[in-house]
């Protein structure tokens, strides 16, 4: 069967790169994935006000596709679009009259939702369906002696309903590293938000989230660092230049998306890497290893 | 001779009504452990702490609470919901406070995005601007 994929608005923009090593890996893991149609986008944040409406208009809508595409479940990497689509697919099980008041909103719509699609990360996919050991007999370039810590943020781990791990000490990004080949490093701050969309107004907040962070990586010794969000990406990856004018001792780190090692380690070919679109170039920390 | 003593007027307590409904949490669970603080990662850059936030909304300071730094600081990374030991969910409250302030009737928003460079608008990834306008525009 095959397996509907949500890849949400930053991943056909500046974040290409975990669009296509999501799409690629899948491919070599024999795991069939179709884009769904019409998605549009998922909401961003979850509003946290209790009798918000309106804000679960555009994640339910997405689930309206989901069940047009003749499916109950559905896949996204991003970890913002996960976080948004499965809370409001939560809050709208939950609140039966809130999810009425939706599909009567939406009565153009020719499906309704009745709450009967799961939200799911790629990685839990990846865990739960394909499995880390048949991902590890996948491996045709094992990522050896290359030290990665894993940053997981806010959004896949908070709420404790939509984690799909322990919520203080999630180890699910190292268990993929390691099933790589690579070495998982562990470091304090892996749940510590980046500051998000501080990035927007207040970018000092995140210069100094990401000159902590990058720091803390550092400190463990580590090659690079990956992650599973495109905000958390583009706050660590771009804001370097930032950090560093805060803190001149700030030492470069290239940030990946998992997705972008595993496309590695089962040569995927370089379109399905496209380094080019990191900030920091992963390419010599790679070479250091023997793994350019 | 008896005194009655007020603590809140009627209109702080309608302000405390209106806090506790928005963000479906009761603030007098709170019992002022500073958990939320303790690991709030935006702390350092906030002028009032998130337990103080709380501690304000209990006797209805909204004049203070909404002029704060703090509201529009917090980014809902959810920490101190997840270590609550009461089960409050703070980042909620502090949600319930931006709304508020961007509800007033002055269109009173934080974030004026076409005063953004064109640079840093074609640089930023849409999940920033999006959220960000979710968040601290009305």
């Known amino acids: ?292 | 001779m008896n005194t009655t003593m007020r603590l809140s007027s009627s209109a702080s307590k309608a302000f405390v009504a209106k806090v506790e409904k928005i963000s479906g949490q009761k603030l007098l669970a709170c019992y002022q452990c500073g958990k939320c603080s303790a690991g709030c990662p935006m702390a350092a850059y906030m002028d009032i702490l998130p337990n103080q936030i709380i501690r304000m909304a209990q006797l209805g300071m909204q004049k203070q609470l909404l002029a704060s730094r703090t509201i529009w600081t917090c980014v809902s990374c959810l920490t101190c919901n997840s270590r609550c030991p009461k089960s409050i969910k703070i980042a909620e409250v502090i949600e319930s406070l931006r709304e508020t302030a961007l509800r007033n009737g002055q269109r009173d928003d934080r974030l004026k995005i076409w005063e953004l460079s064109p640079e840093a608008r074609s640089d930023l990834p849409p999940i920033a601007t999006i959220s960000a306008m979710r968040k601290l525009t009305s």
């Open chain 1, 1 to 292: 069967m095959k397996l509907i994929y949500y890849p949400g608005c930053t991943l056909k923009n500046s974040a290409r790169n975990f669009d296509v090593s999501t799409v690629s890996s899948m491919a070599q893991l024999d795991v069939e994935v179709e884009e769904l149609e019409r998605w549009n986008c998922c909401g961003t944040v979850h509003a946290l006000g209790a009798e918000n409406v309106m804000n679960r208009v555009a994640p339910v809508t997405n689930l309206i596709r989901v069940k047009e595409a003749q499916s109950n479940e559905f896949m996204t990497s991003c970890a913002m679009c996960y976080n948004t689509l499965k809370r409001a697919n939560i809050d709208v099980k939950k609140n039966p009259e809130k999810l009425s008041t939706i599909n009567e909103f939406l009565n153009l719509e020719t499906t309704k939702y009745e709450g009967d699609v799961d939200v799911l990360h790629l990685l839990e996919y990846l865990r739960d369906r394909v499995g880390f050991d048949k991902l590890a007999e996948k491996v045709k370039k094992p990522l050896k002696g290359l030290r990665v810590a894993c940053y997981y943020g806010c959004l896949l781990v908070r709420p404790k309903e939509v984690a799909f791990d322990d919520v203080e000490n999630p180890m699910i990004m190292e268990n993929l590293i390691a099933a790589l080949g690579a070495t998982p490093v562990n470091f304090p701050l892996k749940t510590e938000c980046c500051g998000a969309y501080h990035a927007v107004a207040s970018p000092e907040i995140v210069a100094d989230r990401t000159d902590k962070i990058m720091g803390s990586a550092s400190e463990a010794d580590v090659d690079m660092v990956v992650v599973s969000c495109p905000m958390c990406a583009y706050n660590l990856d771009f804001r370097q230049d930032d950090a560093k004018r805060l803190n001149p001792e700030f030492k470069n780190l290239p940030v990946l998306y998992f997705t972008q090692l595993m496309a590695l380690a089962l040569e995927c070919g370089e379109d399905a890497l496209r380094f080019d679109l990191n900030h920091i170039d992963p390419l010599p920390a790679l070479a250091a290893r023997g793994l350019d």
